[in-house]
């Protein structure tokens, strides 16, 4: 059972990260514990990706996890301490998020529920296939904040912290390009 300030904790992080209209989608399951990939080719890294680079970027950390920012993104300003964001240098649309928050007791589905139900994504997010980040498995949610910018989180738990990515690019890149810059962020992804 979540406690109150977990559940609440999970609820702010999932509303401030996520943007959706709380659709909901079937449960996924894995296919391969330590994969990236998803089931929808269009907007997120799949099994059909070509291997990539890791990012060079800003390195984007929390107390339990860090990545790389795809190379070319800046550091975005500190708003708040549980959040390390980077943007790219040619389009506001383009963020990529790394955050943090307590969380208790659940599962990933109980995530990746909380995610969905309050998300204020303009396009409603569905869950894909779950993944695994750095060998923990993950929740993977696609939709978009609006219509111009496609979004793609992955979120999961450890040590009692909920971790999440997030990715927003524009849809002026290609499905293809966010693809290649979401698996070489993701491929710097470590616990620490």
């Not at 955050?99 to 569905?126: E, F, H, I, N, T």
């Amino acid at each position: 059972m979540l406690s109150g300030t977990a559940l609440g904790c999970g609820a702010a992080l999932a509303l401030l990260l996520s943007g959706c209209d709380g659709a909901s989608a079937d449960p996924a399951s894995s296919s391969s514990p330590s994969s990236t990939g998803s089931a929808d080719p269009s907007t997120s890294p799949s099994a059909d990706t070509p291997t990539v680079a890791p990012a060079t970027g800003v390195l984007l950390e929390q107390p339990s996890a860090a990545m790389n920012a795809p190379t070319g993104f800046g550091r975005a300003p500190g708003m708040v301490h549980f959040l390390s964001s980077a943007y790219s240098n040619g389009s506001s649309n383009d963020v990529v998020s790394l955050s943090q928050s307590p969380w208790g007791s659940g599962s990933v589905s109980d995530a990746a529920r909380l995610a969905l139900k309050s998300s204020s994504y303009l396009l409603p997010p569905r869950r894909l296939a779950d993944v695994a980040l750095d060998g923990v498995p993950a929740y993977h949610l696609t939709g978009g904040p609006d219509r111009y910018t496609a979004g793609d989180m992955y979120g999961a738990l450890h040590q009692g912290e909920l971790v999440t990515v997030e990715f927003d690019f524009s849809k002026q890149r290609s499905p293809a390009e966010r693809r290649r810059l979401m698996a070489s962020s993701l491929a710097t992804f470590h616990w620490k």
